[in-house]
Structures are given as structure tokens and as C-alpha cells.
DNA sequence: TGGTAAGTTCGATGATAATCGAACTAAGAG
DNA sequence: CTCTTAGTTCGATTATCATCGAACTTACCA
């Protein structure tokens, strides 16, 4: 079970995850991660084109907030909760509570 | 020494927090404040025009990120710590620490 | 009472980004 | 092999937003 190419979450500026997370539809996105666990990139945004999601997907990805598992011809993603919060300590707590 | 208007923190939306911090002048601004502590409007964004910094104090203000007190021509601005750890706890310490 | 300095407001412009549909790829079922 | 399902890529469109200059307000100083 392969995954997708992931950016090194160092390298990672604070600037780009805020731009990220400061979409209503990537925060949704991410929050629904958080409580659900592990979703088909489908499953993320209802009423949504497909290539849009795959947009958002996309920010989410290159932000260092997912992971992305290939699994047939889903994709599935998650939080990395530990990376997340050692490199950004305070950001989980803060999406979880808001 | 008055205040201009702020909003209610306990209004205010991850959402407009995470997009007002989205933009790198504004994360700029605010850190600058965060460790300088109270500078006046025009000492934020060295080299803009003076209405883009408007733009961007009036962003951080509504989103309930600084509080601006009128004192003679100036307006000084400061980041209500308290207050935006009580509401949004962790969001300092990821500014701080990014 | 000028004059200056600090911000605001307004309208315009340019850049960025969100969204969509259509065509495509890849995997699995029958 | 064919069909369906899941997602990607591409190009176009639209909407949002960052930026600016010009005109204005307000406070303070000489």
C-alpha cells in the first residue's frame, strides 16, 4: 500500500498551513479528518465537483496537514497527529477547540 | 485615550482567525506585535502605501487579533494575549513557536 | 492659522485562488 | 474485454483580495 509524495513537514512554513487551514472548506476538510480518522478524498466534501475536492486535497497535501494512502482506486487521507504536533505544537488543540 | 470598536471575541470564528493569519504581511504585523508589544499603525509594513497597511490593522482588528488604541494622531496597536488565549488557546504559542 | 504628520476612505487594478466541466487514467468486477 | 468507480489533469471562468494613489480627516506644533 503505497502513498503519495508528502513534503518534508521541516521545511514547512507556518504561512503555508494557516493559508491552508484558513479555507472554510480545507478547515472543514481537516476537521472532519480529525474526528472521523481516516476518509476517501470523496467522502470530504458532499455537493463538491470531484476536481475541486482534488484541489483541496492537493493544499491540504503540500501543506504537510495529510497523508495520503493509495488504495485501489481510492485515496485515502489522514492527519498525522504526531508529526503535526511536534512541528506545530498548539495547532491541534486550537482546530480541535475553535 | 480611547479605543476604536472591537469585536466580541467569543464571535469570532477560527475560520476568520485562520485567514486573517493566512496572509504573510499580517502574520508579519502580528508577530511584530507579539514581540515588540505596542507600535504605532505606520511602523508595521516598512515600504507600504499607507492605505494597505489600513487594510490589513482593519483585518487583524475585526478578527479580533489586535487591539487599537487612539493616542493623539497615531494608533497604537497591541495583541490582546489574554483574552486570545482564553479563546483560542494554543494560537499563540504555534505564532510564537512557527 | 498655516503646516505637517498619521491614518482613513474610496475606487481602480492586478494577482491569486476557488470552482467547474470535460477528457483522461487506473483499478477492480463481471 | 467491457463497464463502472475514484480520482487527476487541464483550461476557463469567476470571485476574492492585496495593493496602490488621491483626496480627505484629525491632531498637534510653530
Redesign the pocket.
Known sequence: MEE?EHPDLEKISLEQVL?ALG?P?RLEIFRKLLTEGCL????LVP?????????????LREAGLTR?KIC????LLRVPVEDIESRFPGLLKLVSAG
Open positions: 503519495l493559508t479555507d472548506t476517501p478524498c470523496g467522502a455537493g463538491a465537483a470531484k476536481s475541486t475536492t482534488t484541489h483541496h486535497c492537493r493544499v495520503t485501489g482506486t481510492q485515496r
